[in-house]
Protein backbone atom coordinates (compact mmCIF):
# COMPACT_ATOMS: atom_id res chain seq x y z
CA UNK A 1 0.00 0.00 0.00
CA UNK A 2 1.44 3.72 -0.77
CA UNK A 3 1.01 6.05 2.06
CA UNK A 4 0.17 9.32 0.24
CA UNK A 5 2.33 12.22 2.91
CA UNK A 6 0.48 15.59 3.86
CA UNK A 7 2.10 18.93 3.50
CA UNK A 8 3.22 18.37 7.65
CA UNK A 9 4.49 15.65 6.67
CA UNK A 10 6.87 16.37 3.36
CA UNK A 11 7.78 19.64 5.56
CA UNK A 12 9.36 17.66 7.84
CA UNK A 13 11.03 15.51 5.79
CA UNK A 14 12.40 18.13 3.90
CA UNK A 15 14.02 19.49 6.85
CA UNK A 16 15.73 16.12 7.60
CA UNK A 17 16.69 16.36 3.85
CA UNK A 18 17.99 19.54 4.09
CA UNK A 19 20.28 17.84 7.51
CA UNK A 20 21.39 15.19 5.06
CA UNK A 21 22.08 17.74 2.17
CA UNK A 22 24.84 19.55 4.74
CA UNK A 23 26.24 16.52 5.53
CA UNK A 24 27.31 15.36 2.03
CA UNK A 25 28.49 19.05 1.84
CA UNK A 26 30.82 18.27 4.83
CA UNK A 27 32.14 14.73 3.18
CA UNK A 28 32.81 16.25 -0.18
CA UNK A 29 34.97 18.83 1.57
CA UNK A 30 37.03 15.45 3.43
CA UNK A 31 36.87 12.80 0.12
CA UNK A 32 40.24 12.49 -0.42
CA UNK A 33 43.25 10.27 -0.40
CA UNK A 34 44.38 8.67 2.79
CA UNK A 35 41.36 9.19 4.04
CA UNK A 36 39.29 6.02 5.37
CA UNK A 37 35.37 5.41 4.86
CA UNK A 38 35.17 4.31 8.26
CA UNK A 39 36.75 8.05 9.46
CA UNK A 40 33.90 9.42 6.84
CA UNK A 41 30.92 6.81 8.86
CA UNK A 42 32.43 8.22 12.02
CA UNK A 43 32.10 11.75 11.10
CA UNK A 44 28.74 11.36 9.59
CA UNK A 45 27.54 9.28 13.37
CA UNK A 46 28.59 12.62 14.92
CA UNK A 47 27.44 15.58 12.61
CA UNK A 48 23.86 13.65 13.14
CA UNK A 49 23.93 13.42 16.49
CA UNK A 50 25.36 17.13 16.95
CA UNK A 51 22.34 17.79 15.00
CA UNK A 52 19.52 16.51 16.91
CA UNK A 53 19.59 13.47 14.24
CA UNK A 54 20.17 9.48 14.01
CA UNK A 55 21.14 7.52 11.15
CA UNK A 56 18.42 5.42 10.55
CA UNK A 57 20.03 2.76 9.00
CA UNK A 58 22.31 1.99 12.04
CA UNK A 59 21.35 -1.67 13.07
CA UNK A 60 18.65 -1.60 10.00
CA UNK A 61 18.43 -5.70 9.41
CA UNK A 62 21.73 -5.73 11.64
CA UNK A 63 23.86 -3.44 9.69
CA UNK A 64 25.94 -1.63 11.70
CA UNK A 65 27.54 1.58 10.47
CA UNK A 66 25.80 4.72 9.57
CA UNK A 67 26.57 4.97 6.07
CA UNK A 68 27.05 2.62 3.13
CA UNK A 69 30.37 3.56 1.33
CA UNK A 70 31.10 1.58 -2.34
CA UNK A 71 34.12 2.15 -3.64
CA UNK A 72 34.69 1.34 -7.39
CA UNK A 73 33.34 -2.05 -8.51
CA UNK A 74 30.83 -2.02 -5.70
CA UNK A 75 27.44 -1.32 -6.64
CA UNK A 76 25.47 -0.59 -3.31
CA UNK A 77 25.75 -0.87 0.38
CA UNK A 78 29.54 -1.24 0.78
CA UNK A 79 30.66 -1.56 4.23
CA UNK A 80 33.01 1.33 5.47
CA UNK A 81 36.32 0.13 5.96
CA UNK A 82 40.08 1.09 7.76
CA UNK A 83 41.71 0.97 4.28
CA UNK A 84 42.56 4.16 2.77
CA UNK A 85 41.03 5.67 -0.32
CA UNK A 86 43.39 6.22 -3.29
CA UNK A 87 43.91 8.84 -5.64
CA UNK A 88 41.84 7.59 -8.64
CA UNK A 89 39.08 5.80 -6.95
CA UNK A 90 35.62 6.81 -6.72
CA UNK A 91 33.21 6.21 -3.45
CA UNK A 92 29.42 6.12 -2.94
CA UNK A 93 28.55 7.52 0.29
CA UNK A 94 24.60 6.79 0.86
CA UNK A 95 22.78 7.15 4.23
CA UNK A 96 19.43 7.91 5.87
CA UNK A 97 18.83 10.29 8.19
CA UNK A 98 16.09 10.31 10.58
CA UNK A 99 15.23 13.67 12.11
CA UNK A 100 12.34 13.64 14.59
CA UNK A 101 10.97 10.60 13.24
CA UNK A 102 11.29 11.86 9.84
CA UNK A 103 13.24 10.15 7.22
CA UNK A 104 15.59 11.49 4.14
CA UNK A 105 17.58 9.12 2.39
CA UNK A 106 20.50 10.29 -0.56
CA UNK A 107 23.88 8.85 -1.78
CA UNK A 108 26.20 10.71 -3.70
CA UNK A 109 28.96 9.23 -5.47
CA UNK A 110 32.44 10.99 -5.23
CA UNK A 111 36.21 11.50 -6.77
CA UNK A 112 38.55 10.94 -4.84
CA UNK A 113 41.61 12.90 -6.20
CA UNK A 114 42.07 13.20 -10.07
CA UNK A 115 40.13 10.31 -11.72
CA UNK A 116 40.18 8.52 -15.16
CA UNK A 117 38.18 10.02 -17.44
CA UNK A 118 36.18 7.64 -17.92
CA UNK A 119 35.21 7.38 -14.28
CA UNK A 120 34.41 11.34 -14.87
CA UNK A 121 32.23 10.88 -17.32
CA UNK A 122 30.59 7.57 -15.66
CA UNK A 123 29.53 9.98 -12.86
CA UNK A 124 28.51 13.06 -14.85
CA UNK A 125 26.51 10.60 -16.56
CA UNK A 126 24.69 8.57 -13.71
CA UNK A 127 24.39 12.29 -12.27
CA UNK A 128 22.62 13.69 -15.07
CA UNK A 129 20.29 10.63 -15.74
CA UNK A 130 18.86 11.30 -11.93
CA UNK A 131 17.89 14.87 -12.92
CA UNK A 132 16.44 13.36 -16.31
CA UNK A 133 14.58 10.71 -14.21
CA UNK A 134 13.32 13.52 -11.85
CA UNK A 135 12.40 15.70 -14.53
CA UNK A 136 9.27 12.83 -15.23
CA UNK A 137 8.54 13.05 -11.80
CA UNK A 138 4.74 14.88 -11.87
CA UNK A 139 1.33 13.97 -11.23
CA UNK A 140 -0.16 12.18 -13.75
CA UNK A 141 3.01 10.65 -15.12
CA UNK A 142 3.54 7.17 -14.91
CA UNK A 143 6.89 5.19 -13.06
CA UNK A 144 7.57 3.91 -16.09
CA UNK A 145 8.44 7.46 -17.75
CA UNK A 146 10.62 7.79 -14.97
CA UNK A 147 12.79 4.67 -15.64
CA UNK A 148 12.35 5.46 -19.44
CA UNK A 149 13.83 8.40 -19.11
CA UNK A 150 16.99 7.58 -16.89
CA UNK A 151 17.43 4.19 -19.12
CA UNK A 152 17.12 5.98 -22.78
CA UNK A 153 19.60 8.22 -21.51
CA UNK A 154 21.92 6.03 -20.21
CA UNK A 155 22.11 3.40 -22.72
CA UNK A 156 22.68 5.95 -25.19
CA UNK A 157 25.63 7.51 -23.67
CA UNK A 158 27.08 3.76 -23.84
CA UNK A 159 26.56 3.13 -19.77
CA UNK A 160 24.12 0.47 -18.27
CA UNK A 161 21.27 0.88 -15.57
CA UNK A 162 21.34 -1.69 -12.99
CA UNK A 163 18.66 -3.84 -12.65
CA UNK A 164 18.24 -5.64 -9.65
CA UNK A 165 18.58 -2.26 -6.60
CA UNK A 166 15.66 0.13 -7.17
CA UNK A 167 13.99 3.15 -5.94
CA UNK A 168 11.75 2.70 -3.11
CA UNK A 169 9.24 4.85 -0.94
CA UNK A 170 10.10 6.52 2.37
CA UNK A 171 7.96 7.36 5.46
CA UNK A 172 7.99 6.81 8.88
CA UNK A 173 10.44 3.16 7.73
CA UNK A 174 13.47 3.42 5.09
CA UNK A 175 11.58 1.06 2.27
CA UNK A 176 7.69 1.56 1.83
CA UNK A 177 6.10 1.21 -1.62
CA UNK A 178 6.30 2.03 -4.66
CA UNK A 179 9.15 0.40 -5.92
CA UNK A 180 10.78 2.71 -8.53
CA UNK A 181 12.72 1.14 -11.34
CA UNK A 182 15.48 3.25 -13.22
CA UNK A 183 14.62 0.94 -16.30
CA UNK A 184 11.12 0.23 -18.51
CA UNK A 185 8.87 1.80 -20.81
CA UNK A 186 6.40 5.28 -21.01
CA UNK A 187 3.09 5.25 -19.69
CA UNK A 188 3.44 2.26 -17.96
CA UNK A 189 3.17 1.37 -13.85
CA UNK A 190 1.85 3.41 -11.45
CA UNK A 191 0.52 6.73 -11.95
CA UNK A 192 2.12 9.26 -9.79
CA UNK A 193 -0.16 11.11 -7.32
CA UNK A 194 0.51 14.37 -5.22
CA UNK A 195 1.88 13.08 -1.51
CA UNK A 196 4.06 10.41 -2.81
CA UNK A 197 7.69 10.50 -1.71
CA UNK A 198 10.04 8.16 -2.86
CA UNK A 199 14.07 7.86 -4.01
CA UNK A 200 14.81 8.09 -7.23
CA UNK A 201 18.61 6.48 -7.50
CA UNK A 202 20.04 5.33 -10.52
CA UNK A 203 23.35 3.14 -10.12
CA UNK A 204 25.26 2.99 -13.58
CA UNK A 205 28.43 1.08 -14.19
CA UNK A 206 30.97 1.28 -16.93
CA UNK A 207 30.26 -2.44 -18.46
CA UNK A 208 27.51 -4.89 -18.20
CA UNK A 209 24.58 -4.23 -15.55
CA UNK A 210 24.65 -7.44 -13.78
CA UNK A 211 25.84 -7.41 -10.01
CA UNK A 212 27.42 -10.18 -7.63
CA UNK A 213 27.10 -10.34 -4.06
CA UNK A 214 29.69 -10.06 -1.40
CA UNK A 215 29.66 -13.01 0.97
CA UNK A 216 28.66 -10.67 3.73
CA UNK A 217 25.59 -10.55 2.46
CA UNK A 218 25.04 -6.72 1.92
CA UNK A 219 27.68 -5.39 -0.67
CA UNK A 220 26.72 -5.56 -4.49
CA UNK A 221 29.51 -5.98 -7.62
CA UNK A 222 29.85 -5.54 -11.03
CA UNK A 223 29.93 -9.00 -12.77
CA UNK A 224 32.96 -7.76 -15.04
CA UNK A 225 34.97 -5.99 -11.75
CA UNK A 226 34.54 -2.38 -13.88
CA UNK A 227 33.08 1.02 -11.68
CA UNK A 228 29.80 1.46 -11.04
CA UNK A 229 28.36 5.21 -9.71
CA UNK A 230 25.34 6.57 -8.14
CA UNK A 231 23.16 9.39 -7.25
CA UNK A 232 19.97 9.44 -5.15
CA UNK A 233 17.51 12.16 -3.89
CA UNK A 234 14.11 11.58 -2.06
CA UNK A 235 11.35 13.60 -3.97
CA UNK A 236 7.90 14.41 -3.23
CA UNK A 237 5.29 14.79 -5.56
CA UNK A 238 3.31 18.10 -5.35
CA UNK A 239 1.35 19.90 -7.85
CA UNK A 240 3.89 22.08 -8.53
CA UNK A 241 6.35 19.55 -9.55
CA UNK A 242 8.73 17.41 -8.17
CA UNK A 243 10.33 18.63 -5.03
CA UNK A 244 13.74 17.72 -3.83
CA UNK A 245 13.43 16.99 -0.40
CA UNK A 246 17.65 16.16 -0.36
CA UNK A 247 18.68 18.57 -2.81
CA UNK A 248 22.07 20.33 -2.03
CA UNK A 249 22.16 24.21 -2.04
CA UNK A 250 25.86 25.47 -3.20
Known sequence: MII????REIELMHRAGQLLANCHK????????????LEID????????????????????????ATCASIN?????GFPRSS??????????????????????????????????????????????????????????????????I????????FSVVREFTGHGIGKTIHEAPTVLHYGQPNKGLRLKEGMVFTIEPMVNIGAWG????????????????????YEHTIAITKEGPMILTKQYY
Not at 4 to 7: A, F, G, N, T
Not at 127 to 143: F, M, P, T
Not at 211 to 230: F, H, P, V
Open 211 to 230: SKMDENGWTARTIDGKLSAQ
Open 84 to 149: PLKNGDIVTIDMVVNLNGALADSAWSYAVGEVSDEAERLLEITEESLKRGIEKAHVGNRLGDIGHA
Open 73 to 77: DEICH
Open 26 to 37: EIKKRIKPGVTT
Open 151 to 158: QEFVEGEG
Open 42 to 65: SFVDSYLKDHGATPEQKGYKGYEF
Open 4 to 7: LKSK
